[in-house]
């Protein structure tokens, strides 16, 4: 008799892939790490050279049926990876385009798709008013926030110093908030730029609370 071998109660087990499907489930994989975000159908589509979106989500629906990824119900571009699901602490906000951390832009915010994050860390739970902005520009290195990275934010009341995403006079921008003799305004955080001061209105959009950094530039 051949020896049984036991299978811990957490291993998680799912159907043989395709040498394609390993290959499609790999650049997911890689992609999410370099970028913190999951590939969406166009991304895929380039990469593998399919001749539709649709042949992509073909072999999406291939690997959640094999149990190599899920989807994330009534989200769209959510995937996660099925050893990832017993960390009740993750989950994905939405990606609202770019925000300017330099001279504040016109123009409003498009979806980008998912980005995974863990609420244990950032001190957040899951709801409509966490997201997260793609920064452009150099305004706020000294705070150490860098193009490329994603800033999350909370849709909540703004606090003296707190770094927001801040609609001023009609347009967007990543700055810091400070409170002075009961006036408003934004504070750089790079010597190169200055302040802003509002004309008529400064109606911040979300609380900074935290970072996810892309190591591809």
Request: aromatic share 6%; charged share 25%.
């Amino acid at each position: 008799m051949s020896d049984v071998v036991s299978v811990p109660a957490n291993t998680l087990l799912f159907k043989m892939l395709t040498s394609r499907q390993q290959q499609l489930l790999d650049f997911i994989r890689n992609y999410h790490r370099t970028t913190g975000v999951m590939p969406s159908t166009r991304d895929i589509q380039q990469h593998f050279g399919f001749a539709s979106q649709t042949a992509a989500v073909s072999h999406l629906r291939a690997l959640e049926r094999k149990g190599a990824i899920k989807k994330l119900a009534g989200k769209a571009r959510a995937l996660v990876f099925p050893e990832d699901l017993g960390r009740t602490f993750s989950f994905s906000v939405p990606v609202y385009g770019a925000i300017p951390a330099g001279l504040p832009t016109s123009g409003d915010p498009t979806s980008e798709g998912q980005l995974a994050i863990d609420s244990a860390l950032l001190g957040v739970t899951e709801s409509d008013a966490t997201f997260a902005l793609r920064v452009r520009g150099e305004s706020m290195i000294g705070a150490h926030i860098l193009p490329g990275d994603y800033a999350v934010f909370e849709k909540r009341e703004a606090r003296d110093g707190d770094i927001v995403a801040a609609l001023i006079d009609g347009e967007t921008t990543l700055k810091r908030f400070i409170l002075k003799d009961g006036e408003a305004f934004l504070k750089a955080e790079n010597p190169a730029f200055n302040d802003l001061q509002p004309v008529s209105e400064l109606l911040v959009q979300g609380v900074l609370v935290g970072l996810v950094r892309s190591t591809r530039r």
